[in-house]
């Protein structure tokens, strides 16, 4: 009898080669292998939190897509091949619902509407200024992690990609900027 750990960690090998044919010979085959285990599986995965079984189809499909487009990114230091798979999959599942949540034009009023109050006006203009204070007072490192995020729209998973930092160090300094900002806006 094999000990799990040593299980596991053979095939962790076995998919870590298999990313590492496809980054280096966009081996077919090999993408073959990881498609057939880990698409079932991803789908499975996105459906039990809470994805509908379409959505869950083209988030796995998008994964295994962006598994094959970027094979290069992947560090076996850093994490296994699931764990990279499905911290994928769980933000594409994010960026899908995310993008679902946003209104369409149909559903953007036109035409003439009722001018806002005067005051009200000038209050959300004192509160931008005092936000736009606040940003500018964050640490470098923490302003342009919150630029990135809600300004440019990017996910946390976007940002260690274009960044290079650890997907850890990218969540706690965008924690800390909004805690700040949070402070700042009492």
């Known amino acids: 009898m094999i000990p799990t750990k040593d299980k596991k960690a053979r095939e962790?090998?076995?998919w870590v080669a298999c990313?590492?044919?496809?980054?280096?010979a966009?081996?077919?085959?090999?993408?073959?292998?990881?498609f057939a285990h880990f698409a079932p599986r991803v789908k499975a995965f996105l459906m039990r939190s809470g994805a509908d079984a379409t959505l869950a189809e083209e988030c796995a499909q998008e994964?295994?897509?962006t598994l094959w487009q970027k094979a290069h990114l992947f560090d076996p230091s850093r994490a296994s091949a699931a764990t990279w798979i499905f911290t994928i999959a769980r933000n594409r599942k994010i960026d899908a619902l995310r993008k679902q949540k946003r209104p369409e034009p149909e559903d953007l009023p036109?035409?003439?509407e009722p001018e806002p109050d005067q005051a009200d006006v000038l209050a959300l203009q004192e509160e931008s200024d005092q936000l736009g204070d606040a940003i500018a007072a964050l640490p470098e490192k923490q302003r342009v992690l919150i630029e990135k995020a809600?300004?440019?729209d990017l996910s946390h998973s976007e940002i260690a990609e274009q960044t290079g930092l650890p997907l850890g160090t990218i969540?706690?300094?965008i924690r800390l900027a909004l805690d700040r900002l949070r402070h700042a806006m009492k």
Do not use: C, P, T
């Open 12 to 14: 962790n090998e076995d």
């Open 19 to 24: 990313i590492s044919r496809i980054r280096e």
């Open 26 to 34: 966009q081996d077919e085959a090999a993408f073959a292998r990881l």
């Open 63 to 65: 994964v295994m897509a």
């Open 110 to 112: 036109w035409g003439n």
């Open 150 to 152: 809600y300004f440019s």
């Open 171 to 173: 969540k706690s300094r």
